[in-house]
């Protein structure tokens, strides 16, 4: 059940002896187990009760942790890198700096680095697609331009297999998938400006 004015956020299945990995826009992550989180079917509770975390700070991402994993993480300036999802584990509830942050500048996405190519999408509506070995890895750091604005920031990131195309949610009460294949036009290097989304793609700032 929901309370009023809340939604779903994340959705992923996990052990009670998993740890879950909480990246927030303020480039730390936290760390609680599964085993912590509230049973039965009521509203929950409030996961900042359980961390450190300033009511101004959005939650950017939320899942199991899993030894080898690599993890995308990325900032509104546009600036990103992959870490090793091992070296994110914090020991307090006060969390782990893992994104330094220019003032203004907050983290804005976070994912599994799980496919060959990154899809960048910021700017004016620009769309930048380019291998996953161009990102450095780092334990800590601001990272590297993934795209660059003349205005605007990031809006979203993903990986994904180039083989298998670029998909994305279309929206609607039915949620239809799009997947294009033809993206030459928007394959560059890492750090370019892009090109215009593709036609059709829905009026908003994400993939999904």
Known sequence: KYKEGDEERF?????????????????????????????????????RLMLHLDNDEDIVGL??????????????????FIADADNLLAQTRQGKQVMNLPKGIRAKVCLLAEGDHVAVMGGEKKLLIFPTKEMTTLSRGQGVVLQKYKKGGLFDVKCF????????????????????????????????????????????????
């Open 161 to 208: 297999n180039l083989a298998e195309g670029l998909s994305w949610t279309m929206g609607g009460a039915q949620g239809r998938i799009r997947t294009e294949f033809e993206l030459d036009m928007w394959l560059g290097k890492r750090g370019n400006v892009g090109r215009r989304l593709p036609r059709g793609f829905p009026n908003r700032k994400s993939f999904d």
């Open 11 to 47: 959705r992923f299945h996990a052990q009670t002896t998993d740890k879950l990995l909480i990246f927030a826009s303020n480039g730390r992550f936290y760390t609680i187990g599964a085993d912590r989180l509230p049973g039965g079917r009521g509203f929950g509770e409030p996961i």
């Open 63 to 80: 899942f199991p942790h899993r030894p080898g994993d690599k993890v995308i993480v990325a900032s509104s300036a546009g600036k990103g």
